[in-house]
């Protein structure tokens, strides 16, 4: 009895450990001081205040960030020098002075789940809290005049679209022209033709660059599952090494191999610069100080001699990492760009998991409705499987009167008992591990679900029905603040939603139908295995509970139906609770208490 109080006391403090360990991180453990690099930083942005922890999303968390990104966005826009961009992707306008694209807002995706909110805000003006541009151009060598960041353009053209690219132009004193030619296509995918004509004396040097700066402040939460921060592909290979703090106390990183694409991502967002294919930039991240970083495109110096002009092509990607767009642009060469989503090493298994939910959605029009139609599929393929668990269940439970005769004839010595019983089960052909094998073959589909609803945008903000609005997050209904009556939302650890409620009592349902574990403290621990797993699985996506819900519930639906199948696995598992119960009483009365001791 000792010991079986001691194994359930470890099963609950393990459990504590799991729920509080959130809050512990929350509350407890002291955040690290920001390294910051010396650079040839710019003037430092407004409010740089203790910066708040990153929401999953990201975007700025202080309110003193908000209120002065609205008004700075204001001003910066309002100041006029300012080319439109209106496309079915992208909306927004190149800022003349300089050149630069930092004006961007994402025409599909609203900042909440209310329709009615502002498109997601991808770029803003430098100087802005949310600081986040494009810039193309060149830099001087050996004394030749280029564009610098306060050169104001002349446009030829009055708007962006699909249809009418842009030509932003400048002439230099010594008789170079410099152009920037922005065309824009229907998604997120902005090409920027940079080129210069001399028509001056003599030849001029000049190094051409393309940029993405932006502020950290935006960012959305990095963690070992869903990075955030620097990207790029690199011969071919994605690397996902680096974060904000990496950069910052290197002051430059510069990954190995040649740069296909090059930017920045949040867990739904990605700008990155795309050289043309056969021109070998350097590609690399920079620190500038005050959480403002920039990834960079460096060509080698070029001479342009008199009569003489040059011309490169960037492309700019600044939009949501919709898998589908992303794969159409794999296919207009960008390499490997669909894997800027973060899948991790099971994208074999993931990204057809994500393709199939994505086609049930497409056809039922319902996210929550495709998940549940998923399960049923996942159940569906897993039946067989199940059946033949439950046959080898029956197998197993008819072979206990000769496991017990075994264990009693060897039951002091327990290495030849387990070779008796290994070849009992031989004789007998049965396999002890075969009802293991449907809980194996679920873990793969849970977590590439798991991983699906966490990481694409396609599940942002899709509704299931009534109070769930937003599948991707977790359930908004809590019981301890009376489901939002009373005005305090609870601890993450402590946040028990209905999806929870319904989760616990599913698996207590569906363990209550297997049969009953022969040791009283495994019975035990598994009588408490669904409350701690109400616990545990509480702050995750809700679309994830209706998933492990909908499996309970057919899990216990499809044991009902083998049970009628098997009725003498039924009876015999009844006779071993029986069996059980009879033990447990019997060892509480033969546990006798401890007399009181004498003065």
């Given at each position: 009895?000792?010991?079986?109080?001691?194994?359930?006391?470890?099963?609950?403090l393990?459990?504590?450990?799991?729920?509080?360990?959130?809050?512990g991180?929350?509350?407890?453990y002291?955040?690290?001081a920001?390294?910051?690099?010396?650079?040839?930083?710019?003037?430092?942005?407004?409010?740089?205040?203790t910066?708040?922890k990153?929401?999953?999303e990201?975007?700025?968390q202080?309110?003193?960030?908000v209120a002065?990104?609205?008004?700075?966005?204001?001003?910066?826009?309002?100041?006029?020098?300012?080319?439109?961009i209106?496309?079915?992707?992208?909306?927004?306008?190149i800022?003349?002075?300089?050149?630069?694209v930092?004006d961007?807002t994402l025409?599909?995706?609203?900042?909440?789940?209310?329709?009615?909110?502002?498109?997601?805000r991808?770029f803003?003006?430098?100087?802005t809290?949310?600081?986040?541009?494009?810039?193309f151009?060149?830099?001087g060598?050996n004394g030749?005049?280029?564009?610098?960041?306060?050169?104001?353009?002349?446009?030829e053209?009055?708007?962006?679209t699909p249809?009418?690219?842009?030509?932003?132009?400048?002439?230099?004193?010594?008789?170079?022209?410099?152009?920037?030619?922005?065309?824009i296509?229907?998604n997120?995918m902005?090409?920027?033709?940079?080129?210069?004509?001399?028509?001056?004396?003599a030849?001029?040097?000049?190094k051409?660059?393309?940029?993405?700066?932006?502020?950290?402040?935006?960012?959305?939460l990095?963690?070992?599952?869903?990075?955030?921060g620097?990207?790029?592909a690199?011969?071919?290979?994605?690397?996902?090494?680096n974060?904000?703090?990496?950069?910052a106390?290197?002051?430059?990183?510069t990954?190995?191999?040649?740069a296909?694409w090059?930017g920045?991502?949040?867990?739904?967002?990605?700008?990155?610069?795309?050289?043309d294919?056969g021109?070998?930039?350097?590609?690399?991240f920079?620190?500038?100080?005050?959480?403002?970083?920039?990834?960079?495109l460096?060509?080698?110096v070029v001479?342009?001699?008199?009569g003489?002009s040059?011309?490169?092509t960037?492309?700019?990607f600044?939009g949501?990492?919709?898998?589908g767009?992303?794969?159409?642009?794999e296919?207009?060469?960008?390499?490997?760009?669909?894997?800027?989503i973060?899948w991790?090493?099971?994208r074999?298994?993931e990204k057809?998991?994500?393709?199939?939910l994505d086609?049930?959605?497409?056809?039922?029009?319902?996210?929550?409705?495709a998940?549940?139609?998923?399960t049923?599929?996942?159940?569906?393929?897993?039946?067989?499987?199940a059946?033949?668990?439950f046959?080898s269940?029956a197998?197993?439970?008819a072979?206990?009167?000769?496991?017990?005769?075994?264990?009693?004839?060897?039951?002091?010595?327990?290495?030849k008992?387990?070779?008796?019983?290994?070849?009992?089960?031989?004789?007998?052909?049965?396999n002890?591990?075969?009802?293991?094998?449907?809980?194996?073959?679920?873990i793969p589909?849970f977590?590439a679900?798991?991983?699906?609803?966490?990481?694409?945008?396609?599940?942002?903000?899709?509704?299931?029905?009534?109070?769930?609005?937003d599948l991707?997050?977790p359930?908004?209904?809590h019981v301890?603040?009376?489901f939002?009556?009373?005005?305090?939302?609870?601890?993450s650890?402590?946040?028990?939603?209905l999806l929870?409620?319904?989760l616990?009592?599913?698996m207590?349902a569906?363990?209550?139908?297997?049969p009953?574990?022969?040791?009283?403290?495994?019975?035990?621990?598994?009588?408490?295995?669904?409350?701690?797993?109400?616990?545990?699985m509480?702050?995750f996506?809700?679309?994830?509970?209706?998933y492990?819900?909908?499996?309970?519930?057919?899990?216990i639906a499809?044991?009902?139906?083998?049970?009628s199948r098997?009725?003498?696995?039924k009876?015999?598992?009844g006779k071993?609770?029986?069996?059980?119960?009879?033990?447990?009483?019997?060892?509480?009365?033969?546990v006798?208490p401890?007399?009181p001791?004498?003065?």
């Open positions: 009895m000792d010991n079986q109080r001691n194994l359930i006391w470890t099963v609950v393990m459990g504590l450990l799991l729920v509080g360990w959130d809050f991180l929350k509350y407890f002291p955040k690290p920001r390294p910051v690099a010396a650079a040839s930083a710019p003037a430092a942005t407004p409010g740089n205040a910066p708040a990153p929401t999953r990201g975007g700025l202080a309110p003193a960030d002065l990104e609205a008004l700075d966005l204001k001003q910066s826009l309002a100041a006029g020098n300012r080319v439109p209106d496309a079915p992707g992208l909306k927004g306008s800022n003349l002075v300089g050149g630069v930092d961007l025409v599909r995706h609203r900042e909440t789940i209310d329709k009615t909110s502002p498109p997601v991808m803003s003006p430098a100087g809290p949310a600081q986040h541009y494009a810039q151009g060149w830099v060598e030749a005049v280029a564009p610098a960041r306060s050169t104001v353009w002349q446009a053209g009055t708007k962006l249809a009418t690219p842009v030509t932003l132009k400048w002439s230099s004193p010594t008789g170079q022209t410099y152009a920037i030619r922005y065309a296509d229907a997120y902005i090409t920027a033709t940079q080129s210069v004509a001399n028509a001056g004396a030849p001029v040097s000049l051409p660059f393309a940029l993405v700066n932006r502020t950290d402040k935006t960012a959305s990095d963690t070992w599952q869903l990075h955030s620097p990207i790029g690199f011969d071919g290979s994605v690397t996902f090494d974060n904000y703090e990496d950069v106390t290197a002051g430059t990183v990954p190995v191999g040649q296909n090059i920045f991502t949040d867990i739904y967002w990605l700008s990155a610069l795309v050289p294919a021109v070998k930039p350097q590609g690399d920079r620190s500038l100080g005050n959480g403002l970083f920039r990834a960079d460096v060509y080698p001479n342009v001699a008199p003489q040059q011309t490169q960037v492309r700019l600044a949501a990492k919709e898998n767009v992303l794969e159409a642009y296919q207009q060469g960008v390499t490997n760009l669909s894997l800027s973060d991790g090493w099971f074999w298994f057809p998991i994500f393709w199939l086609t049930l959605f497409k056809a039922v029009k319902n996210f929550g409705v998940i549940i139609l998923l049923l599929v996942v159940r569906g393929l897993m039946f067989p499987i059946q033949r668990q046959a269940m197998a197993m439970r072979l206990q009167p000769k496991m017990k005769a075994v264990q009693e004839r060897f039951k002091d010595d327990k290495q008992q387990q070779q008796e019983i290994m070849a009992l089960y031989k004789q007998e052909k049965v002890p591990l075969a009802g293991c094998l449907p809980i194996f073959l679920q589909v977590f679900l798991y991983k699906v609803l966490v990481l694409t945008i396609e599940m942002r903000h899709q509704p299931f029905a009534l109070w769930i609005k991707s997050a359930d908004p209904l301890l603040n009376l939002g009556l009373l005005p305090f939302t609870p601890p650890f402590l946040a028990i939603g929870a409620i319904l616990g009592v599913t207590w569906q363990f209550k139908l297997q009953a574990a022969m040791d009283p403290a495994q019975q035990q621990v598994m009588s408490i295995m669904p409350w701690m797993m109400m616990f545990v509480a702050p996506a809700a679309g994830l509970l209706i492990w819900i909908t499996s309970n519930i057919l899990t499809q044991q009902k139906f083998l049970y098997h009725p003498q696995l009876a015999q598992a071993d609770q029986l069996d059980i119960d009879r033990s447990v009483a019997r060892e509480k009365k033969t006798a401890t007399p001791k004498g003065r």
